[in-house]
């Protein structure tokens, strides 16, 4: 299985990689090529140019400033998950990292590939969604910031064009005081999500959860919002009847067909276990529940 | 029968190529090669370097595991023109010049963690790499079979493997 | 003589090179200026092929030849049936480049050979061929149902083979019985997957005439014969190889695979080496594949449980050829009543061409399908009569003092009635009971039922003929320089160490380190007498033909070392690399009898000068070598089995199921198993194992999904699911060792044993752990958590 023939630019700024987009029909970005490569290698992507982004120092680098945690293009998935900084802003990402793949994928695949790359059934798509977290897309027409909401639109499809290159993601800090958890089932380890959800929550001083959020990926045809979950908990005690409508109330976001892995019956149960203990998880790392 | 045979054969084919220079196991290396080599096919058949194996070339099975600038990496998912610049080792640096095997080689001779071989190289590459960049080693059942969960195996079923690190651990004086 | 090596746990000999990345498997073999295959193969399941046009490939640079149907020549025929039968009254075979029609997505239909395989892929991408699309049915069940789209348009039925076995009379028997019990199970199509995928590489030398081909096959032997056939060569000239191999699981037991002609046919042509390196998707769509059987199995008992007859009826997917004929269905068949008395047996299937991968067989061949429709009928039985299922088990096996046990009329693999020959199937069974501690589980049990946890007991016991015939060699020779001792056979190792194991059995008889003893397999010009490695038989028909030449090889380094040490060769012993004179101190090195059984004129090394200090290696009067003697130290044997001898086991798991997740988890698993005799502890073990995993496999990860068109909708290693480190639960393995009556050494096959049972042992713990929630019986594997979901109850 090997790839056809391509031309292959290494450019070493920005402005040049978009002028190279921008110029070529056909031509693809290459950051960690982890995803990309085994699609050109089954011959599914057949780019005309291939644009490397390793000699560009600018998109290098993590940076924790603001309230976000910002990843540059190159930036791999292995730093953002050793990336200490970046984890006391929010542990949430460092967790949901054990999920992604391997080490080795994640040693040379990057957080912001992965993003684009937009497999609805990944996990930094879903971490994107849950916290509100954006994008930064660069073309010859300057930088646009894209939130999560409108940047994943359908499996393997953003809304970045064909002339921008995402140059960053940045997340959102965690609030202080909320909880987080993150659950996925798979096959395998390391495989593609059947279904998993994300969970951020905060309790207010009377004990009632004041923020709730969910997200989930493997269910439909992008990383969701469970909104009808979310508004069923909020304001509420999170007991267990409470949990078991949200997670009732989430089984609508499964769109999926059935397909080898799980049927949509299953994935709805699923998805409906997967909320339960995602809240329940949150809400006792929350600062405002007694352990 | 006539065979449909070209008149002259060439030896190359005629696909865009690049300069890459690299160190490979400890010494440089500078080739022009075909943009589109895998990483995998340039130490296996433009170096020599046949230990790396080539299992799926989806990134999935591990066989191709190498070192990339000290950490593992999947040289089938790899060009050899993003590998230029950058220091690769293979399973062939891992022993000692006159055959010494390694304290993670030579745990999987003493627990019997391969028959074929053919997944082995892969193998040692991730514990060596994971050796080297963990500390201190977990060496719980649950994370040795995390550390291993990259890399198929067909022959063994895994638990002698398992075993393996743990000795390898051991030897290395790292348990 | 020095300790014994047999039964010892020697480490591996083959081990340090494969760690160091110096094996050599082939692709790694280094061919100058090679050249190398694409194919183009089906994308439809069925069609007509209007025409191929290979004009722009041909013209792409780098393109050396374009092949298709019309430039094979000789080799534009069917491919050989491997093991016809009367009972394959359909029998189909496809051709090495499709002619006219396709009968499976993976089919190839072209061959590329060019300067290297990415351009080959290009150009196979620039042929087109016009396909005429062909109605299909996919699901075996579909396809055997009247008014089905045929895949052969001559065969009825689809139906490839049609086969009735009977043994006992179970009419008779029928009529007795007092309950009968029905059950309907079916295994799902899985792939050996082995790491390394196939690989053929051929160079012609036209100096010699000499034809190489390494191929990583399991019967180099039967290739070259096939090829030498093929090609119209003399057999002398034909040489095949099989270097190194990644697994083969049996898999790499058929030829031939299209390649395996096609790349030698290629090199003969073209004047230059050539290799084909099947990729991961390929092997997935053009490398064998096997397990989908539907068996419908009726047990007819006494109320006590004992079962008077059994009658099962199966189908049998065998994809669109049927090339090794009804090796997996024949197994099955003839292992249907597994480790149970049950004297009345009639057992049918039909092979059922469906428009999918070739099915030829996999590791088990058949027995994991029969293993699983017998265990979970015997399951169902003991529940429907109120007995537990140890117990049903126990009032059934065969007892020890019934060996050897027949079943006439159910002929195997090897054409032979099924005869077990030994075992202790009832202590087998005690012992997985004792090692569980059943009473201490059902506390377990209940227990974890207070806190919402669901745990179950799955049990199942297997039976597996191995060793089968028609034979194997051994040849064994001492060489005069090192002393060391060189063994050939004619089989070949995919990982299963015969390089140590065989080491072993020959350092017994000779007196040497394992280590010293160096084993050439895999070639032809080494050895050439033999067939290939299948069916659990090396350790038995190789390991029993090369002690038989050791045993030669040593009463003649005995004789001749007597007459050295002039002593009798009661009062020779061999061991640490000589012979000795017992009782003292004399000895003399085997590397020094070597050459003084090898009269020479020239003392041109320390040996020869050394051999002459003793006295003549041969003690008579008249010519050096005497009338019917031969030089050196040297000795070849065969070993024939009567019939195949009969290994067996029970394995045994403590299983949770997480009915919100649907999850199984498997907490405890426990291997009772007996292959007689074992060569090498460690290396049983470590087959057993990964046999278990291949088993686990099958039982809740690896299914081969088509569409309802035919396309393979998982050919690859995302979406077909071979189990990772994190998903293998620990194992317990304790041995039992009855000894073979069969063979000298006393041993039994072990290299299919661990995946027997693992469907029937799996789907019999979920069953058991969701009982008390109504999920019902699990007769499929491998069970899915969807399945598992279907299967619950709604709230």
Redesign the interface.
């Known amino acids: 299985?090997?790839?056809?023939?391509?031309?292959?630019a290494?450019p070493t700024t920005l402005d040049e990689a978009v002028a190279l987009l921008a110029g070529h029909d056909g031509a693809m970005i290459?950051a960690g090529?982890?995803s990309l490569?085994?699609s050109m290698?089954?011959?599914l992507a057949a780019p005309s140019l291939?644009i490397?982004l390793?000699r560009i120092d600018a998109l290098r680098g993590i940076v924790v400033a603001d309230g976000e945690i910002r990843v540059r293009a190159m930036a791999r998935h292995?730093e953002l998950e050793l990336d200490a900084a970046a984890h006391r802003a929010n542990p949430l990402i460092r967790a949901v990292m054990?999920h992604v793949?391997?080490?080795?994928?994640r040693?040379?695949g990057t957080v912001v590939g992965s993003l684009c790359h937009a497999d609805a059934a990944a996990e930094m798509p879903l971490v994107l969604t849950l916290l509100d977290g954006t994008v930064v897309a660069r073309s010859a027409a300057g930088e646009r910031v894209i939130p999560a909401a409108d940047f994943f639109l359908f499996h393997m499809t953003t809304s970045r064009t064909a002339e921008e290159i995402v140059v960053e993601a940045r997340f959102p800090a965690l609030a202080a005081g909320a909880g987080w958890a993150f659950n996925e089932?798979t096959?395998?380890?390391?495989?593609?999500a059947?279904a998993a959800v994300g969970a951020v929550v905060r309790l207010g001083p009377d004990g009632r959860a004041s923020e709730v959020r969910l997200a989930a990926c493997g269910v439909s045809s992008r990383p969701v919002r469970l909104a009808a979950a979310e508004a069923a908990l909020v304001g509420t005690s999170l007991d267990a009847a409470e949990l078991e409508a949200a997670g009732q109330a989430a089984e609508g976001a499964v769109t999926a067909a059935d397909d080898?892995?799980?049927?949509a019956?299953?994935r709805r149960?699923?998805l409906a276990?997967l909320v339960k203990r995602t809240v329940a998880e949150a809400a006792a790392r929350s600062s405002g529940r007694a352990h | 029968m006539s065979p449909r045979i070209k008149q002259s054969i060439p030896l190359t084919s005629d696909d865009p190529t690049a300069r890459v220079a690299l160190t490979v196991n400890g010494e440089r290396v500078e080739r022009t090669v075909s943009v589109r080599m895998l990483l995998s096919d340039f130490l296996r058949h433009e170096l020599g370097l046949t230990g790396t194996h080539v299992g799926c070339e989806h990134g999935v099975c591990g066989c191709c595991t190498v070192q990339i600038d000290g950490s593992a990496a999947r040289s089938c998912l790899t060009l050899a023109v993003q590998a230029d610049g950058t220091s690769v080792k293979t399973i062939e640096s891992v022993a000692q010049p006159d055959g010494t095997l390694h304290p993670v080689q030579q745990a999987f001779q003493d627990c019997h963690g391969l028959q074929c071989g053919f997944c082995t190289p892969g193998m040692v590459m991730n514990i060596v790499s994971r050796f080297e960049e963990e500390t201190p080693l977990d060496l719980s059942d649950e994370a040795i079979r995390e550390m291993l969960s990259g890399n198929l195996c067909r022959c063994t079923g895994y638990l002698n493997i398992i075993a393996a690190v743990r000795r390898a651990a051991e030897l290395a004086g790292r348990a | 003589m020095s300790t014994r090596s047999f039964g010892t746990r020697v480490r591996r000999i083959a081990d340090p090179a494969l760690l160091r990345g110096e094996g050599a498997f082939v692709d790694d073999i280094p061919l100058d200026n090679c050249l190398h295959v694409a194919f183009v193969r089906s994308p439809f399941a069925r069609a007509e092929i209007r025409s191929i046009d290979t004009v722009a490939a041909r013209a792409r640079h780098g393109v050396v030849a374009v092949y298709t149907a019309d430039d094979l020549g000789i080799l534009d025929i069917d491919l050989p049936l491997l093991i016809p039968h009367p009972s394959i009254t359909g029998g189909r075979t496809q051709r090495p480049l499709a002619r006219d029609g396709v009968f499976y997505v993976g089919q190839t239909v072209a061959m590329v050979v060019a300067v290297d395989r990415y351009v080959a892929e290009d150009a196979a991408g620039l042929i087109d061929v016009d396909y005429e699309p062909l109605p299909v049915a996919v699901e075996i069940e579909d396809a055997a149902a009247p008014g089905a789209p045929l895949v052969h348009p001559d065969v009825a039925g689809n139906v490839a083979a049609h086969f009735v076995q009977v043994s006992g009379d179970p009419d008779a028997a029928v009529a007795k019985a007092e309950h009968v019990t029905r059950v309907r199970v079916r295994v799902d199509r899985s792939t050996a997957a082995s790491m390394e995928t196939r690989a053929v590489a051929a160079r012609f030398d036209r100096a010699s005439g000499e034809l190489t081909v390494w191929d990583g096959t399991q019967a180099p032997i039967s290739v070259r014969g096939g090829l030498a056939s093929l090609l119209r060569l003399d057999e002398d000239k034909v040489r095949v190889i099989a270097p190194n191999v990644g697994g083969g699981f049996g898999q790499k037991v058929l030829f031939f695979y299209p390649d395996e002609v096609l790349v030698p046919f290629a090199a003969m042509q073209i004047g230059r080496p050539v290799k084909y390196i099947e990729d991961r998707r390929e092997n997935f769509i053009g490398s064998s594949q096997e397990r989908t059987q539907i068996h419908e199995i009726e047990l007819h008992a006494t109320k006590d449980g004992e079962v008077l007859a059994l009658r099962d009826s199966f189908l049998h997917d065998t994809g669109a050829f049927i090339p090794y004929g009804i090796a997996v269905a024949q197994v099955a068949s003839t292992s249907i009543a597994g480790p149970y008395r049950i004297p009345n047996i009639w057992v049918e299937f039909k092979a059922i061409y469906t428009p999918t991968v070739p099915v030829t067989p996999y590791r088990g061949c058949g027995r994991p399908q029969a293993c699983f429709a017998i265990e979970r009928a015997m399951d169902q039985l003991a529940d429907e009569l109120g007995l537990d299922r140890f117990e049903i088990r126990r009032r059934n096996l065969i007892r020890d003092h019934e060996f050897p046990y027949l079943r006439e009329g159910l002929l195997f693999a090897d054409g032979l009635a099924v005869k077990l020959d030994s075992g202790q199937y009832g202590k087998a069974l005690e012992m997985v009971a004792e090692e569980l501690d059943l009473a201490g589980f059902a506390a377990e049990k209940e227990a974890a039922r207070a806190q919402g946890r669901h745990l179950g007991l799955g049990l199942a016991f297997y039976v597996e003929g191995t060793g089968l015939g028609p034979y194997e060699g051994g040849h064994a020779r001492v060489h005069p320089i090192t002393g060391k001792v060189y063994v050939n056979t004619g089989l070949t190792s995919q990982g299963q160490g015969h390089e140590t194991v065989f080491a072993q059995i020959v350092a017994d008889q000779m007196g040497v380190k394992p280590e010293d003893v160096i084993l050439v397999e895999g070639d032809t010009k080494a050895f050439d007498w033999g067939v290939a490695t299948f069916a659990s038989r090396a350790a038995v028909v190789s390991g029993n033909a090369i002690h038989k030449s050791a045993v030669m090889l040593r009463a003649k380094t005995i004789e001749a070392a007597a007459n050295m040490l002039e002593v009798s060769p009661d009062d020779v012993e061999l061991r640490d690399g000589g012979a000795w004179a017992r009782n003292s101190n004399r000895f003399v090195p085997l590397a020094a009898i070597a050459t003084a059984t090898n009269p020479l004129r020239y003392a041109f090394n320390e040996a020869a000068q050394a051999a002459t200090q003793f006295a003549p290696a041969s003690k008579h009067d008249g010519p050096a070598l005497a009338e019917g003697q031969h030089p050196g130290l040297e000795a070849t044997d065969y070993y024939s089995p009567p019939h195949a001898t009969w290994a067996y086991g029970v394995h045994a798991a403590i299983v949770e199921v997480d009915p919100d997740l649907c999850k199984v988890s498997i907490r405890r698993y426990v291997c009772i198993h007996d292959c007689g005799k074992m060569i090498n502890p460690t290396i049983v073990e470590g087959q057993v194992m990964g046999g278990i995993a291949q088993g686990l496999g099958g039982a809740l990860y690896e299914r081969i999904e088509y569409d309802v068109d035919g396309n393979p909708t998982n050919a690859n290693f995302v979406d077909f699911l071979v189990p990772y480190a994190t998903e293998m639960p620990n194992v317990e393995i304790l041995h039992l060792e009855t000894p073979s009556p069969l063979n000298p050494l006393g041993v039994k096959g072990v290299g299919e044993a661990g995946c027997i049972a693992v469907g029937a042992v799996v789907a019999s713990g979920v069953e058991d752990a969701l009982r008390p929630l109504g999920a019902g019986r699990f007769h499929q594997v491998p069970i899915t958590p969807s399945m598992i979901h279907e299967a619950l109850p709604r709230r």
């Open positions: 299985m090997k790839p056809s023939v391509f031309d292959y290494s290459l090529g982890q490569l085994p290698n089954f011959r291939l490397d390793k292995r054990a793949a391997h080490v080795p994928i040693n040379r089932f096959r395998r380890h390391g495989d593609y059947i080898m892995h799980a049927t019956a299953y149960h699923l276990t």
